[in-house]
């Protein structure tokens, strides 16, 4: 799994790519948390070079959105694969992220 | 060939009888059984009493252990109390080998009159009449039986046979004999039945029967393990305390015998002596010095005999997930402090509700075994928790604790729910053999959702609040992946078919977790009318 950060205005992005799975979840939720601490603005996460994602990556993501709920800042998601989007929407993602 | 016949049939009727009583006594008894037997284990003497009670009403050890056996295993009491009811049961079941000494030829009539009368009176169409009506002709039958064996051996020309028997007769074919009749006919009472008959007919000596009893005693504590094929761990463990009760018993009755003779005196002439020259009278002496003294050394000695037990047979991994960690009958005395237990018990369910999805992340050879079996454990825990908390009910508690036992019940008719939907969804994600991609995104999806009302369970009440919104209705997602189902390739196939059952699994399982999530909400167990709001339908849950 690879994570590129850039700085996009007030907002950070992340660039994720690989696999979401349980060894990779923990480096990518301290990755998101760092930025959550770290920074003031808004997060995005660009999905589009990740081609599997399990419930550990989900579980991730969801600590990571919590974080940025109880802060009142803006945790979205971006370019998701069909794929990726499915698991997504099935599991309620969707109504908790705004995803573009 | 009519001596052989009548052997047979009257095995034939004592088994039926047997049956018949075993039967109908456990439909007219079977809840007062289980209460009695549990405040029996209160001390050792007051559970051997009950024991040897049963036993004779059984007229076998072997159903009194495996019952005991399932009531340790469902947690109602321990091996160690119910040491004394396994050693006893056999006591009781002397019983049966007494009344074969005796002429019952009067009481089958009677029993036999009796029960026929009341059915003329047509008083079998009560359920409670008709089981104690079907438990006195088991009795009728089984003393029928009795008098059939005992009549058997009348026809054989005695000398001829008895010579036959006693030259090619010796300790250990008489052991072996006596342990296979047990084994086969899982009864050490029937075996030394047929010796009495034997007997009686002077085709065996005392010397001779006394090994072939001593074989059908150890024989019919074997027997038991044969019987509880399906018990397993903790509830095997009374299987091996009841062949401890027997073998232990044939050790002192033997080393008696066998002293008696060192110190040159005539073992069967004493046992012929305490029996008053009758031999049928000597035998039942016999069997009932087995089974009392392998009985009281079982329970004077029930702290080495439990730990013999647990060893031999140690706790399973569905033994461990069925207890529950927090209720005891002991807080009961304490509403509060015993509702208090059910909810961390509850907790607890929740808690393992994840193990039951695969991780398929980390699939692992075996995993689907361990997840069937933490499934039953678990659906042990709700029940006995559920009992728990309606037992706290009848305690005419106070307003405020009812309607948290009430809110509780109805946080666990919701675990058992949903445990049992997570297992049917699992089982059919598990009959893929290469999963597609559907099943795999709700199979982690629901992972996700499971593991997030685990994560509320210790949150704040926002938690709680994203996983309502997280399993919000998605009913118009699912029904376009149904009709893309119906319409793609895979059209009608077996694939389709189970792909469609676990999308329907998954729908139910969410809106349970919605439910769960918003019974288990802090602000809804403190504001008591959210127990009614909340209250979910759930008849329809089980329709839906």
Known sequence: MQIEREQAG?????????RLDTPNAKPFEASLLEVVNTTGGGIVVDLAGVVYVSSSGLRALLVAGKAMRTAKRKLSLKSLQPQIREVFDISGFSTLFEIS | MLILAGLLAGLGLLFIGLKLMSV?????????VRTMLKAATRSSFSGFFCGAFAGAAAQS???????????????????????????????????LVFIASIDMRLAVLLLIALVGMTYQLRLD????????MGVTLGLALLFLGLDFIKSAPKGIDITQAADALSSGMTPLIGLAIGFIAAVITQSASTATILAVAATKA?????????????????????ATLVSAGGLAGI???????????????????????????LAGWDSAAILSDLGGGEPTLSISLLFL???????????????????????????????????????????????????DLASR?????????????????????????????LWHGSSTIVTATSQFVVRVIERRVGREDLDLALHLQEQLDLVKFLQDTLHDFSQVVEEFKDLPPLAFNLSEALRTIVLSLVDARSGTNEDFDILIALTSDRSDLLDRIRRALAGSALGSGEEARKLLLATSMFERAVWLVRRLAVALRPDANDDKPAVARNKVNLEEAHAD
């Open chain 1, 10 to 18: 007030e907002d950070v992005l992340l660039k994720v790519a690989g």
């Open chain 2, 24 to 32: 109908h006594l456990q439909q007219a008894m079977g809840r007062r």
């Open chain 2, 61 to 95: 050890s072997n159903a009194v252990t495996l019952i005991a056996g399932n009531l340790v295993r469902g947690g109602v009491f321990t091996t160690r109390d119910a040491i004394p009811v396994v050693a006893g049961a056999n006591v009781g079941t002397s019983a």
């Open chain 2, 125 to 132: 169409r009560r359920p409670n009449w008709r089981d104690w």
């Open chain 2, 202 to 222: 002077r085709l065996l000596g005392l010397e001779d029967a006394f090994y072939l009893i001593l074989g059908a005693n150890f024989g019919s504590g074997i």
């Open chain 2, 235 to 261: 509830g095997k463990q009374l299987c091996f305390v009841h062949i401890l009760v027997k073998g232990v018993g044939c050790v002192i009755v033997f080393a008696l015998w066998q002293g008696a003779k």
């Open chain 2, 289 to 339: 010095a087995l089974q009392l003294s392998g009985g009281l050394v079982i329970t004077g000695l029930r702290g080495l005999t439990e730990k013999i037990s647990v060893a031999l047979s140690p706790a399973s991994v569905e033994d461990q997930v069925s207890r529950p960690r927090f209720i005891h009958d002991a807080a009961l005395g304490d509403p509060s402090t015993a509702l």
């Open chain 2, 345 to 373: 018990e509850t907790d607890r369910l929740v808690s393992l509700l994840p193990d039951l999805l695969p991780d398929l992340d980390q699939s692992s050879t075996g995993a689907a075994k361990q997840r069937t079996v």
